[in-house]
């Protein structure tokens, strides 16, 4: 049974639609990437299965025993967040406030998961120090290990690698794969096409107001706009960069959803 279950959802904001009739399912321990141009509604999704925001129409389900508040979420970081004063143990902690109702202390259990986090994401010699002063990538493992104690079932993370150089990038994407052959069920929202067809299992590949593809990356890397966003052939570990001078629409067919290719132009 699958983990998460998108039915037709149209979703949008301030009146305009931005994504129509996209329905796609998540399994558990699948590395599902969404990729797509700024403004093809990446991250109203993921706030629309945070229940952040309501769907214009549609529904989502959870299941395989997953629970709406056992989701975890890895936001992108505004200035505030970054200057945030308390300290890398008390930040991981946090993680588990939604749980809480009015206790007002953490567990010993809550505390050893805590500490078992920091372990697992190298920062336990952190621990001390304040989250403000740390670098972008440090502060980045100190929210993963967060995300985390928020649970081990599911997490989104919303272009975790925004701002950060391309070697702490590399890193920081090893670890979230890491996370995922654990068992950890991975949704990310990034611009990296590389580490997207490096890492994920999935991608889930968003136009002006519709999904163009979702499937399995070695699909996307055999289909056309796969092909259009220069995706070499069936070698999902190759070397790919973005090419925003192609236009694409979803096709229907009897043997699934394919992808045409046209000329033109795009923001991507």
């Known amino acids: 049974m699958p983990q998460l279950i998108c039915e037709n959802l149209t979703l949008g ?3 305009r639609t931005v994504i129509s009739d996209l329905s796609f399912s998540v399994y558990t321990g699948d590395y599902l990437c969404i990729v ?29 025993g997953l629970a709406p508040n056992e989701i975890g979420y890895l936001p992108q970081q505004t200035v505030v967040q970054k200057d945030f004063p308390a300290s890398v143990r008390e930040v991981v902690r946090s993680g588990f406030l939604s749980r809480h109702g009015l206790r007002p202390f953490y567990s010993r259990t809550e505390k050893r998961i805590a500490e078992a986090n920091m372990e697992k994401l190298g920062i336990t010699a952190l621990a001390k120090r304040c989250y403000r002063e740390l670098s972008g990538g440090q502060q980045q493992r100190v929210l993963l290990a967060r995300a985390l104690c928020a649970t081990r079932k599911i997490l989104l993370l919303d272009e975790p690698a925004a701002g950060l150089d391309p070697i702490v990038t590399a890193e920081l994407y090893e670890l979230i794969a890491e996370l995922n052959k654990s068992g950890t069920t991975i949704i990310v929202i990034s611009h990296d096409i590389d580490a997207s067809m490096k890492h994920a299992s999935h991608i889930l590949h968003l136009g002006m107001q519709a999904a163009l593809f979702h499937g399995t990356k070695e699909d996307y ?20 960069t973005e090419n925003p001078g192609v236009n694409a629409v979803m096709q ?17």
């Not at 952040?52 to 959870?62: N, R």
């Not at 289909?223 to 259009?228: F, M, Y």
């Not at 229907?252 to 991507?268: L, M, Q, R, V």
Request: charged letters at 20%.
């Open 252 to 268: 229907k067919t009897p043997g699934g959803s394919h992808i045409e290719a046209t000329g033109g132009e795009s923001s991507c």
């Open 13 to 15: 904001y301030e009146g």
């Open 221 to 240: 890397a055999n289909s056309e706009i796969g092909r259009a966003y220069g995706v070499a052939g069936s070698d999902a570990d190759a070397p790919i």
């Open 36 to 64: 797509g141009e700024n403004g093809s509604g990446k991250s109203t999704l993921m706030k629309t299965i945070l229940k952040l925001k309501a769907p214009m129409s549609g529904k989502i389900l959870t299941g395989d």
